[in-house]
Antibody
Framework: EVQLVESGGGLVQPGGSLRLSCAAS????????MIWVRQAPGKGLEWVAN????????YYVDSVKGRFTISRDNAKNSLYLQMNSLRAEDTAVYYC?????????????WGQGTMVTVSS | DIQMTQSPSSVSASVGDRVTITCRAS??????LAWYQQKPGKAPKALIY???TLQSGVPSRFSGSGSGTDFTLTISSLQPEDFATYYC?????????FGQGTRLEIK
């Protein structure tokens, strides 16, 4: 079964750090771009970051540049998001997704999401 | 950044109705557009990519059209499971951006 499973979410104080993980199974992880998308409570979808198959290209939304780092380990079929200097506005459900970027442009497979709450 | 604007923000319809949702890009994106469906508490599901290509497994009552700046998602005959929120997303350039969403409710 094709699957993405996120973990690592939780409650963290402003200024703190958190590392999200996304475990892939059922498909050739190393062949796909991987993405993080977030959704604040009651709000719409916001793209956070993309990473190319071999990790050689990474892109971020401006609001997280310098604070978040996307990475992957193809040997472990895993995607990561290191989040530092967290702010209240980073509170959201974080989804990982895969894509045949750029040919397809859509995010095909999604995880179930992991909740990150930034609050004192 | 390319801004994506959906209309309407919400729509009420009945089972069997035909519904059209519009998405407008702030600049031309050719056919680099995807549509998603999201149900409460669930992850989004890709419906359409390249503006009009149906994702595998998506029912044929869903269709997409448009290019450049104006796009539409049409559901030809609403089914009970179609009541959800729909998002468009541009894939032309970074940062990738989504529309604000259209909530499709039961009348």
């Amino acid at each position: 079964e094709v699957q993405l499973v996120e973990s690592g979410g939780g409650l963290v104080q402003p200024g703190g750090s958190l590392r999200l993980s996304c475990a892939a199974s059922g498909f050739t992880f190393s062949s796909y771009w991987m993405i993080w998308v977030r959704q604040a409570p009651g709000k719409g979808l916001e793209w956070v970051a993309n990473i190319k198959q071999d990790g050689s290209e990474k892109y971020y939304v401006d609001s997280v540049k310098g604070r978040f780092t996307i990475s992957r380990d193809n040997a472990k079929n895993s995607l990561y998001l290191q989040m530092n200097s967290l702010r209240a506005e980073d509170t959201a459900v974080y989804y990982c997704a895969s894509s045949q970027w750029p040919q397809k442009g859509a995010f095909d497979i999604w995880g179930q999401g992991t909740m990150v709450t930034v609050s004192s | 950044d390319i801004q994506m604007t959906q209309s309407p923000s919400s729509v009420s319809a009945s089972v069997g109705d035909r519904v059209t949702i519009t998405c407008r890009a702030s600049q031309g994106i050719s056919s680099w557009l995807a549509w998603y469906q999201q149900k409460p508490g669930k992850a989004p599901k890709a419906l359409i990519y390249a503006a009009s290509t149906l994702q595998s497994g998506v029912p044929s009552r869903f269709s997409g059209s448009g290019s450049g700046t104006d796009f539409t998602l049409t559901i030809s005959s609403l089914q009970p499971e179609d009541f959800a929120t729909y998002y468009c997303q541009q894939a032309k350039s970074f940062p990738i951006t989504f529309g604000q969403g259209t909530r499709l409710e039961i009348k």
